[in-house]
Nanobody, 115 residues
Framework: VQLQASGGGLVQAGGSLRLSCAASGRALSRAGKGWFRQAPGGRREFVASISGSGEDKFYADSVKGRFTISRDNAKNTVDLQMDNLKPEDTAVYYC?????????WGQGTLVTVSS
């Protein structure tokens, strides 16, 4: 089972990026999935998660109203739409699967927001 994240890059404050994570293996097609991030010198923190059905979504307070998580079970992907980005959103973003232990992790994609 592998998770492959993509979509990171450099964007100005106020801009948008869309991250995508593709999971290999049907075992994760219905698993809960989420996004975490780790800023330079910081600890990995929760950003957003989505249930297997896609009905339940949870967000960190710092991104509520700006980020939207979604999934496509047919394609086995989970996306994170990030709008109104702020410099403090700069981090390596990781996708993960299989809560609550978050057994599976992608390699991370770097998001840099310039002021």
């Amino acid at each position: 089972v592998q998770l492959q994240a993509s979509g990171g890059g450099l964007v100005q404050a106020g801009g948008s990026l869309r991250l995508s994570c593709a999971a290999s293996g049907r075992a994760l097609s219905r698993a809960g999935k989420g996004w975490f991030r780790q800023a330079p010198g910081g600890r990995r923190e929760f950003v957003a998660s989505i249930s297997g059905s896609g009905e339940d979504k949870f967000y960190a307070d710092s991104v509520k109203g700006r980020f939207t998580i979604s999934r496509d079970n047919a394609k086995n992907t989970v996306d994170l739409q990030m709008d109104n980005l702020k410099p403090e959103d700069t981090a390596v973003y990781y996708c993960s699967a299989d809560p609550p232990t978050w057994e599976y992790w992608g390699q991370g994609t770097l998001v840099t927001v310039s002021s």
